[in-house]
């Protein structure tokens, strides 16, 4: 089972391997409209990469409002 979650993973964010990150910004009220979410009741936050794409963290896989993330400071390499 390992093998197939790294290779979903990989499909969806393997893009993201090598990008650096180039801004942590909230979502615009366009943005959040296109999520479907309401703007103001707590942050959205957008990570911009240097390959111009995205990530926006959501309560789960059907985009059910914004999530939260978890920051480790630990060396997990």
Do not use: Y
Not at 33 to 56: K, M, Q, Y
């Amino acid at each position: 089972m390992s093998a197939t979650i790294d290779l979903h993973l990989n499909q969806e964010w393997g893009s993201l391997v090598g990008s650096s990150l180039v801004e942590i910004r909230n979502a615009t009220a366009e943005e959040a409209e296109e999520l479907g979410w309401e703007l103001g009741h707590e942050p959205i936050p957008i990570l911009v990469f240097s390959n111009n794409e995205a990530l926006c963290l959501s309560q789960d896989p059907e985009g059910n409002g914004p999530g939260f993330a978890f920051l480790f400071t630990k060396d997990w390499r």
